[in-house]
């Protein structure tokens, strides 16, 4: 600032320019005539060439001093009388911004996140305003858009754009054309009721390619010039950042469909059957929403329902897939044999048949409602015998034998029947209970069948679903930690008749 002369809003606010030297922010204030009237420290620092009563680039742009000379656009602020302030956020280099950028946007894991980080990010560096085009269902395109700093990206869907009306964009979109293509706004279609309202006269419109490692990803569009060779960089870190993000959410959505039939029936969904109360409880060792353990019910015309509970060899994405293929198997033979016995024959001639080797374990159950209570008919594969509370408080041991499923051509598999009198409830559980593991120090101790029957004890005139609950929560405060093994819970119970 030369030292003869004072800035005119010194006059009309004492002291704002002393202020504004405390700003980050480039602040340049021009009176209603276009000539500079403050510089703030930043600006001086950042436009060494500008000074008092200079006319600044009336169209926003600035160049910065120093051998890049690169250009950086200014945000306008209408202030009173025909005044009016540049706002300048150029005090990060391009190779600072480009680092901030891969930073932010890595940050970003959601295919959403990205797009919204990346508007936020160009808006208030490189241009006035900034959307992002990504391909989405139905020949469409999702759109985010940021009109300015601080301002929180909008989001919606248009139609893509096709070569009769936007043959820029859609060229882009094709890879037809490299580096930066400047786009007409009459090209903008729906996007120019998001960016049209707001589009400074004259100022151009670019779009940057979006380029993944195999395809173009989307566009980067910027209202109000800028470098080139920024606009290049920022397409070049957003690219391959958003394609990441796009593929994880398609894994993620295949994944949550693959799933979702697997995903075990809630407290809420279980089957209303008369004189029966059914509760469960579910825990998967890992990232996965489902593991290798499962349980069903499944009602029948005559009142009663065939159950189980299985536990796959292993956790994780293993476990899952071997787990679909066991549960898809059971389904497609429960449709012709309701006998558990016989159907955990035929599943184990099933899997055989497929060729895998890995094992499951399993008990499934066949419940008749009685006058008074209910009846269950047990068959197990080398699972966890079935523990039964007596209204009394007593806890007994449901003995079956039986070897793994899936393994042996002539395996063999026990049957036995229990009678649940009213206040009696049986558990059907996975060996995540029993064999979960506990070390402290160089010592391991499993929960095991006996800590198992003390916590039953101790539910006596407990819902199924308390009973369940009860337990699973005995199991994890015993580990005192949460990576255990996946753990299964079914807990059936008899009631008194209504009205009894």
């Known amino acids: 600032m030369a030292a003869d002369r004072r800035p005119v809003t010194e006059l009309l606010v004492p002291g704002l320019h002393r202020l504004l030297d405390d700003v980050d922010q480039a602040v340049i204030v021009e009176d209603g005539s276009g000539r500079i009237q403050l510089l703030n420290a930043a600006a001086r620092r950042l436009f060494p060439h500008l000074d008092l009563g200079d006319e600044s680039e009336r169209s926003g742009e600035f160049v910065l001093a120093g051998p890049s000379g690169r250009r950086v656009s200014g945000r306008l602020r209408p202030l009173a009388d025909g005044w009016h302030a540049w706002v300048v956020n150029a005090s990060i280099t391009d190779e600072q911004f480009i680092q901030k950028a891969s930073r932010e946007l890595a940050a970003a894991v959601a295919h959403d996140e990205a797009a919204a980080a990346l508007v936020q990010l160009a808006v208030p560096t490189v241009g006035q305003q900034a959307a992002v085009l990504l391909p989405a269902a139905r020949a469409r395109m999702a759109w985010w858009h940021c009109a300015g700093a601080g301002i929180d990206p909008a989001q919606g869907v248009t139609r893509a754009p096709v070569p009769q009306t936007a043959p820029v964009l859609a060229a882009a979109l094709r890879g037809d054309t490299a580096g930066i293509s400047t786009v007409p706004t009459s090209e903008l279609g729906e996007l120019a009721a998001v960016l049209g309202s707001d589009v400074p006269e004259g100022a151009p419109v670019v779009a940057a390619p979006l380029l993944g490692p195999d395809r173009i990803e989307g566009l980067l569009i910027m209202v109000g010039s800028l470098p080139d060779s920024l606009l290049k960089q920022l397409a070049a870190v957003a690219g391959p950042i958003i394609g990441a993000s796009r593929r994880w959410r398609e894994q993620a959505n295949a994944l949550s469909l693959l799933q979702a039939p697997l995903l075990p029936l809630q407290p809420g969904a279980l089957p209303e059957l008369p004189m029966v109360q059914f509760g469960v409880a579910y825990r998967v060792a890992g990232e996965l929403a489902v593991g290798g353990d499962f349980y069903f019910v499944r009602p029948d015309r005559d009142g009663g329902a065939l159950l189980g509970l299985g536990d796959v060899c292993g956790n994780g994405a293993e476990a899952l897939a071997e787990s679909a293929r066991v549960q898809h198997s059971l389904g497609a033979l429960m449709v012709v044999e309701q006998d558990p016995t016989r159907l955990l024959y035929l599943l184990n001639r099933a899997l055989l048949a497929a060729g895998r080797t890995v094992f499951t374990t399993m008990v499934l159950g066949a419940l008749q409602p009685a006058a008074v209570g209910c009846n269950l008919t047990f068959t197990t594969g080398g699972h966890p015998a079935p523990m039964v509370l007596r209204r009394s408080g007593q806890v ?20 036995t029947s229990i009678t649940l009198a009213p206040g009696d409830t049986c558990l059907l559980y996975s060996d995540g209970v029993t064999e979960a593991d506990r070390r402290t120090g160089a010592n391991q101790e499993q929960f095991g069948p006996a800590r198992l029957a003390a916590c039953l004890r101790e539910c006596a005139g407990m819902t199924a679903q308390a009973v369940a609950t009860r337990v699973e929560r ?10 255990g093994d996946d753990l299964a819970l079914l807990a059936v119970r008899a009631v008194e008749p209504v009205g009894r």
């Open 396 to 415: 007994e041991d449901v003995g079956v034998p039986g070897t793994v499923v899936g393994i042996l051509p002539d395996a063999r598999f026990g049957r």
């Open 474 to 483: 005995t199991v994890k405060d015993w580990l005192g930690r949460d990576d």
